[in-house]
Structure formats: C-alpha cells, structure tokens
C-alpha cells in the first residue's frame, strides 16, 4: 500500500521547521531588536520581569519539545543574546544562590511537567523539563522545588518516559 505523499513529507516538513529553530542562538546576533527577533522566530511564548528589572523573553518548545531560547530586553528594545537555555551547562546555574519558583519559571520558562515524587510524610513538587542530555539523549531535567512548591532543594536529569518503549518487562 503506498501512502499519500503528504503523509510522507509531513515528517521532512517538520524537520525544516525545528532546523531553523535549533539554530537560534548562532543566528541571532548580540543587540538585535526585539522585533526584528521576532520578525523572524515569532513572538516569544513566554515573558517576565528578571530579578535585576527589565524584561526576558522566552521561544519554548515545552511541553512536548526539548528546546528553549531565552534573551533579555533591555530599555531600548534590543537583546544581549539569545541562548539555548535547556542544556546540561545551563542548568548547573541552579547549584548557584537562591532558586525561588518564578526565578526558575523566568530562567528556562515553563516546566514541561509539575508533579509531586514521595511519601505523603515527605511529598516534594518537582518540576521536569525536556531536553537533550548532552545533546544525545531524551532527558527530563527534574527540578525539585521541596514540600511548598516554592525553591529548588535539588535537580538531576533522567530518562524521559515519553521516549521509552513499554515492553512489560522484556528486551
């Protein structure tokens, strides 16, 4: 049986799209404008207000995606830099200060997933987000923000579920 041609582009299509994306970061020269940013990769879907003022601004793939890239605004318009915010390098910034919830939410954007790991005597909120652990596998970096759901206590990646085939078991 041949399958419709549109069926087999679809995946090539799809490629394409995330090609010019993964590229970001390269493409985006430092103390570009905003809008010229976002003529070209869309508006960012995610902002908020960094803890030093101003403004930062987010292009994610999550939930389902394992890419995100990030730039702050400043008072004229234009970014510092974009970067890949979703990489093991990124991440070790957690092992740095203070790690509030919106100070996560505004560093590498929206988690993939909440959820809560434990016991009912020690339940802990954790935050996961997809990425490529060194840029080979499919990962969840899983962030723990303790009892309250209010600062991370910790974080290490994993195997991301998603990609994992359910065999019951068996090789």
Known sequence: M??????????LVLLAGLAGCA???AKV???APLAQVEASYGRPN???TPPQGGQRVIWTQQPLGQYAWGANVGPDGRIDRVERLLTDAHFKVLDDGDWPAERVRCEFGPPAIIDEVGLPSVRQVVWSYR??????WNSLMY??????GDRVTRHHPGPDP???EDRFGWP
């Open 23 to 25: 590229d970001m970061a």
């Open 143 to 148: 962030v723990y923000m303790g009892r309250a």
């Open 2 to 11: 041949r399958r419709p041609a549109a069926l087999s582009l679809a995946p």
């Open 162 to 164: 998603m990609y994992e």
């Open 46 to 48: 995610f902002t908020c």
């Open 131 to 136: 990425y490529r652990e060194s840029d080979a």
């Open 29 to 31: 020269p430092p103390g």
